[in-house]
């Protein structure tokens, strides 16, 4: 803080476990990678390769190395995990991600028809190496699963060693937990916040409104993900009523008189 203004929320800091900032790289070159550390590293716990950009991307080795150095936790995304698997290269897939010097993976079936029971099996297998990050939800248009199979199938992919579960979303924050809109689904997130403890649900969240939504029910201190690196100081700005969104959520009731 440049100056210590008071009422302002507690956040986590540190090796956080929850209240985690989650950006998706979908593309950053070396040297922007090296700004956004300068920016915004203090805001952001997870970064994630987006989709399959790993495979494509330059000076892989040397931008996770960057990531880690700043305390940052790297990871591939779930689609990559599908790529590999998809093509009965699950061994291959370990592999890679070892080689590549990452602490995290995630694990998703977001693309693919995979038996949940497999699922389990890759993340107790991955677990034993990694900190797992397990997405539920499908990215196709119109497969949808029912509150109790989300609820479920969080349950049991904790159970099997994921260290937190994703709410899927995508990028477009149109999909999974919300409508075509951008809208919540707030029965489905109701009925997860209802067996499932909030700290262990990464909710993506790549719109301002569904960002200002979780941080309302929850507190500043939910776990967020795919946030845009240049949306990441931003969102660290809303989660500390440093915004209008969120100005009087932080404020005892004494100042909301003055609210326009």
Request: proline residues 3%; hydrophobic residues 40%.
């Amino acid at each position: 803080m440049n100056f210590p203004l008071t009422h302002l929320p507690e956040r986590t800091s540190g090796k956080r476990d929850f209240g985690l900032t989650m950006m998706m790289d979908k593309g950053l070159s070396l040297k922007e990678s090296e700004h956004y550390i300068e920016s915004s590293a203090p805001y952001t716990d997870l970064v994630k390769f987006g989709f399959g950009t790993a495979l494509i991307t330059r000076d892989l080795k040397e931008k996770v190395k960057l990531y880690k150095s700043a305390g940052l936790k790297p990871y591939f995304g779930g689609t990559l995990f599908e790529m590999f698997y998809v093509r009965g290269e699950f061994d291959a897939y370990r592999r890679f991600v070892s080689e590549s010097g990452l602490g995290n993976v995630e694990v998703s079936d977001g693309t693919i028809k995979m038996d949940h029971e497999e699922k389990l099996e890759c993340i107790a297998i991955l677990a034993k190496d990694f900190e797992v990050l397990s997405e539920i939800g499908s990215k196709v248009k119109g497969v949808e699963l029912s509150n109790d199979v989300w609820v479920s199938q969080m349950k049991t992919e904790l159970e099997s060693g994921a260290w937190k579960v994703i709410a899927e979303a995508r990028e477009s924050g149109t999909i999974g937990i919300y409508q075509s809109d951008g809208s919540a689904n707030r029965e489905l997130i109701d009925a997860i916040m209802k067996e499932i403890s909030v700290n262990d649900v990464l909710w993506e969240a790549p719109n301002k409104a569904q960002q200002t939504m979780f941080i309302q029910m929850v507190g500043a201190n939910v776990n967020l993900g795919n946030i845009a690196p240049n949306e990441v100081v931003s969102l660290e700005a809303l989660r500390c009523g440093m915004r209008g969104d969120t100005f009087f959520d932080v404020l005892p009731e004494e100042f909301h008189s003055r609210k326009q």
